[in-house]
């Protein structure tokens, strides 16, 4: 579903402090609630004042996902202040798939299924490799519509680099109003020529 035809208004961004900082801000701008859980405060409060003037809000939520309970009580006290999130845009790294699953029981729903957009990193790993139980597991969901997007590189002159942050949050944002349930930003192939 894209956003154009959003029913709620509530947007969760997991570590959106950083390379999403700019799809926070624009769905912010775009009237949006915007809650984005992060680990540092200082960089959650400057992006929250950075979205002042929107016609929406970020809500900045200081908490670490690698601390399955810290991370919990922070979605539940989230859901109740602001109401379940009809999306989510989660930037989780493959080592911490509980995460995953815990935002997926956050935005649950089986009377109005939430959209989970998966983030895939390529700095590491091929991520077209990624944690295919994981994957497998939140598309079985009937509670959540499971979409991935996958960050690539991009090769020109024959040289290849790592996307840009701008770029990053361009392909998001047209990825999530598109409502498109897998894509690519950038290339992934050939793998061998990643930076």
């Not at 915007?34 to 200082?42: D, I, L, Q």
């Not at 939140?138 to 979409?147: A, F, Q, S, V």
Request: charged letters at 20%; aromatic letters at 6%; glycine letters at 8%.
């Amino acid at each position: 579903m894209s956003l154009q035809g959003r029913h709620g208004h509530h947007i969760l961004v997991i570590g959106g402090t950083g390379m999403l900082a700019g799809v926070c801000r624009q769905l912010a701008e775009d009237g949006y609630s915007v809650s984005v859980v992060a680990r540092t405060t200082e960089r959650l409060r400057h992006l929250a004042a950075s979205a002042r003037s929107s016609s929406g809000v970020i809500h900045p939520i200081a908490a670490d996902y690698s601390r399955s309970a810290e991370f919990e009580r922070a979605l539940v006290s989230d859901c109740e202040q602001f109401g379940r999130p009809s999306l989510a845009l989660c930037w989780i790294h493959n080592h911490s798939r509980d995460a995953a699953v815990q935002v997926a029981g956050a935005i649950g729903d089986f009377a109005a299924p939430a959209d989970f957009y998966n983030i895939l990193g390529s700095a590491a790993a091929n991520p077209i490799q990624a944690d295919a139980e994981l994957r497998r597991d939140l598309k079985r969901r009937k509670d959540i519509r499971y979409h991935e997007i996958t960050l690539g590189f991009k090769i020109e002159n024959g040289q290849s680099r790592w996307l840009t942050h701008a770029e990053i949050c361009a392909g998001i944002l047209v990825v999530v109003r598109d409502g498109s349930d897998q894509a690519i930003i950038g290339t992934t192939t050939p793998w061998e020529m990643r930076p």
